[in-house]
């Protein structure tokens, strides 16, 4: 238990929140899932899978966001996102790694539109980074790539520097050899909200 918790604490958790919600037509990260909000789950999925420093990416809806996460009973730190509006995901993920801070061994990059992320994926993919010290961890559902990773801290400075036409999927190419995945039994970690088709396919009863 000791060390379990010891490892939740060498891992951040960076949760990107930074993004227009044009698909949806609203503000996604503030819709109802279960009585909270789509991005409040998220965080509480982390924080019950025993990480205690959470920094979330916001750009659009900024204070909104904000105000949902201030109610929120632990802390959570905000990252600005000034290019938000460009709607690229590497550009909220080198804001975010250039935030948080360096005394850590790694980082979970996480989707804010992903509420159904389970407590059990989080802590699967701690324990196997505990164990194995892989630079990069993605679970995978049916050998498909899912949702959150893992990346060690000696990969970070690559992030920082991702040039605007690089992706993250050009990143994982790169680092093939150095991927480790963990096969889960749930489709989970590909599910996130882009249309409101898929909050109402999605969303608790």
Do not use: C
Not at 146 to 166: D, M, T, V
Request: hydrophobic content about 40%; aromatic content about 8%; overall charge neutral.
């Amino acid at each position: 238990m000791v060390e379990e918790l010891r490892v939740a604490k060498d891992v951040l958790a960076l949760v990107l929140a930074a993004g227009l919600s044009t698909r949806m037509g609203q503000p996604k990260l503030l819709l109802d899932w279960g009585g909270k909000t789509v991005l409040q789950t998220v965080l509480l999925t982390l924080h019950s899978a025993g990480i205690e420093r959470i920094y979330t990416v916001v750009g659009a809806n900024r204070e909104a966001i904000q105000q949902s996460i201030l109610s929120l009973t632990f802390p959570v730190r905000t990252v600005f996102n000034p290019d938000y509006s460009n709607g690229e995901m590497t550009d909220s993920i080198k804001v975010g790694i250039k935030s948080v801070p360096r005394n850590a061994a790694a980082v979970l990059i996480v989707l804010g539109d992903q509420p159904q992320m389970e407590v059990e994926v989080v802590k699967r993919v701690l324990d196997f980074y505990k164990k194995t010290g892989a630079k990069i961890i993605v679970p995978s559902y049916q050998f498909r790539r899912g949702h959150p990773w893992l990346i060690e801290k000696s990969l970070w400075g690559e992030l920082e520097n991702l040039s605007p036409s690089y992706t993250m999927r050009d990143f994982l190419r790169k680092h093939h050899d150095e991927i480790r995945y963990i096969e889960v039994e749930t489709p989970t970690v590909l599910q996130d909200l882009d249309t409101p088709q898929d909050y109402q396919r999605l969303k608790p009863e």
